[in-house]
């Protein structure tokens, strides 16, 4: 089945402690990105990928990186977290065209207290 | 800047009946695309539609219709014969060809619809 999975879906940590949250695609996509969504401020892209060691800043990538070793793989990286940083975060994917659409995973929803 | 602005924060439609959501959009590119997307409770983001800038033509998906106003920079989505499982946050979304050379989104803050039995 063609998909995009996170892990985890959900996760509550402390200040400061680094994590990261897996992406993952099987439909060899090389445009991956990630957004945080926020009550009243819909989807903000963090940044996104065009391909393998392609990375760049979205509107909001403040406090994140990102890496793309594999084509399949785009892992968000949290090195210090702080409470702004609560957030619901998608991942995305899709072919690299102008007519393709976006596949989203599941969401994480991350709590740091 | 581009921006994407979605002015009703919560609809309400009875079932059966046809509901319109609005979206409005500013930018100075001439070739972009435009998307609603739906998001149930179980957060999965859903593409419902849609819209090349240069098409004149409005798209359709079986219910779910756009008025696309490419002059007026207005991307409307309509939904026709309710269903309880419209029940949803929308979002409207526009991507564009960054001076980068990659395609960055932009999202508006969402509109909650609300299906009454």
């Known amino acids: 089945e063609a998909q995009v999975t996170q892990n985890p879906r959900y996760l509550i940590t402390v200040t400061g402690k680094k994590l990261t949250v897996t992406c993952s695609q099987n439909?060899?996509?090389?445009?991956m990105s990630w957004y945080r969504q926020d009550p009243g401020l819909g989807l903000r892209q963090i940044y996104y990928?065009?391909?393998?060691?392609?990375?760049d800043k979205g509107d909001v990538p403040e406090g994140y990186k990102v890496s793309r070793k594999e084509k399949r793989n785009f892992p968000l990286i949290l090195e210090s977290p702080s409470p702004n940083q609560t957030s619901l975060y998608f991942c995305?994917?899709?072919?690299?065209?102008?007519?393709?659409?976006?596949?989203f995973g599941p969401g994480t929803r991350l709590t740091v207290t | 800047a581009q921006t994407v602005t979605q002015s009703q924060p919560e609809m309400s439609v009875q079932e059966a009946e046809t509901v319109t959501l609005s979206c409005t959009y500013d930018?100075?590119?001439?070739?972009?695309?435009l998307f609603w997307y739906k998001q149930p409770p179980s957060r999965q983001m859903i593409l419902v539609i849609r819209?090349?800038?240069?098409?004149?033509q409005n798209a359709t998906e079986n219910r779910f219709s756009v008025n696309f106003q490419k002059a007026a920079k207005s991307f409307s989505l309509k939904i026709s014969d309710s269903q309880l499982g419209d029940a949803a946050m929308y979002f409207c979304?526009?991507?564009?060809?960054?001076?980068?050379?990659?395609?960055?989104?932009?999202f508006g803050t969402g509109t909650r619809l609300k299906v009454l039995a």
């Open positions: 930018t100075s590119e001439s070739d972009y695309y």
């Open positions: 439909m060899n996509h090389e445009y």
């Open positions: 995305a994917s899709s072919l690299p065209g102008s007519a393709y659409e976006q596949y």
């Open positions: 979304a526009y991507r564009y060809l960054a001076t980068s050379g990659t395609y960055k989104y932009i």
């Open positions: 990928s065009m391909n393998v060691e392609v990375t």
């Open positions: 819209q090349e800038a240069y098409k004149q």
